[in-house]
C-alpha cells in the first residue's frame, strides 16, 4: 500500500540520499530523530535555567519526529523544536557532530539565511541547538552569529551542496561542557548501536536475495544477451 503523501512534507530526492541506499538514508534519519527525541527533556531544562522565572514549554517538531515508527518519511520544512517562552516563540534546529576531524562546521543555506529579493537576510526568531557528541558539549547558535563568520560554499559531503561554512577555529570556542549531557549520550549512542545491528542484518540478507537472483537469472535465461546492461550492478542498485 503506498504511502499518503503529506503535503507538508517535503520526501527525500536524490540529492537528499546522494551515495546512500534508500535504507541507509532513512537509518540516518532515524539516528538524527533518537537524538532530538532523548535531548529534548535536557534542552528542555537548560532554557528552563537560561530563563528563570518563565513559563517554558518545549515541543518536538519537524518530520523527524514520526521517522523512528516508520509510519511517514521525509523532511519537513518545520522547525526541530518549538520553544514557548512566556508570550515568545522561537525555533530551535538541532544538529550535531559525530567526530572530531571535520575542519568546518556546515548549517544549511536555508535554515541560516535565504535569499530575498537576491539579498541574504539571517533568519530571526530561531536558535541552533548544536551537540557535539565526542566533545560531549554543546552550544547555542544564531543564525546572524553563523551568517557573519561563515562562507557559503560547497560541502563534498553533502554532494557539494552549498552550505554555510564555519572553521572549527571560530566554532569549537562556542562549545560548552555539561556533566547532564553523560546519560543523554549514552541512550543515543545505545540506541545508534542497535540500529546499526539492524543495518547490518539488512546488508546480508540482501547478499544473500542477490545471489539467489543471479543465479536465477543466470539458470533460466531470462535477461537477452541485448538487455544485461539493464541488470543493477549492485546491490545497492
Known amino acids: 500500500m ?6 507538508k512534507t517535503i520526501f527525500a530526492q536524490s540529492s537528499d540520499i546522494k551515495a546512500r ?9 532515524k539516528k538524527k530523530a533518537i537524538s532530538e527525541l532523548e535531548i ?3 534542552l528542555e531544562e537548560k532554557l528552563k535555567v537560561i530563563n528563570p522565572k518563565k513559563k517554558v514549554y518545549l515541543s518536538k517538531s519537524g518530520g523527524d519526529k514520526f521517522l523512528w515508527f516508520l509510519r511517514k518519511g521525509g523532511v519537513s520544512k518545520d522547525p526541530d523544536f518549538v520553544a514557548k517562552i512566556n508570550e515568545e516563540t522561537i525555533e530551535y534546529e538541532f544538529q550535531y557532530a559525530n567526530d572530531t576531524t571535520c575542519d568546518y562546521y556546515d548549517f544549511k543555506v536555508s535554515k541560516v539565511a535565504p535569499k530575498k529579493k537576491g539579498v541574504r537576510t539571517p533568519i530571526e526568531n530561531t ?9 560531549k ?5 544564531e543564525p546572524k552569529w553563523i551568517f557573519e563568520h ?6 563534498p559531503a ?3 551542496r552549498q552550505a554555510f561554512r564555519v572553521h572549527k577555529d571560530d566554532f569549537e570556542p562556542l562549545l560548552v561542557d555539561d556533566d547532564k549531557l553523560d546519560s543523554v549520550l549514552k541512550r543515543i549512542n545505545i540506541k545508534n548501536e542497535i540500529l546499526d545491528f539492524q543495518q547490518e542484518l539488512i546488508n546480508q540478507y540482501r547478499e544473500i536475495l542477490l545471489k539467489e537472483l543471479e543465479g536465477v537469472i543466470d539458470e533460466n535465461k531470462l535477461i537477452r544477451p541485448c538487455c544485461r546492461s ?7 542498485s
Open 158 to 160: 553533502w554532494g557539494n
Open 2 to 7: 503506498p504511502i499518503k503523501l503529506d503535503p
Open 40 to 42: 529534548k527533556d535536557w
Open 150 to 155: 561563515g562562507k557559503v560554499g560547497p560541502v
Open 230 to 236: 539493464l541488470i543493477p550492478r549492485n546491490p545497492s
Open 127 to 135: 536558535i541552533f541547538i548544536y551537540l557535539h557528541r565526542p566533545y
Open 21 to 29: 541506499t534508500f535504507l541507509e538514508y532513512r537509518r540516518d534519519m
Open 137 to 141: 558539549k554543546y552550544a547555542f547558535v
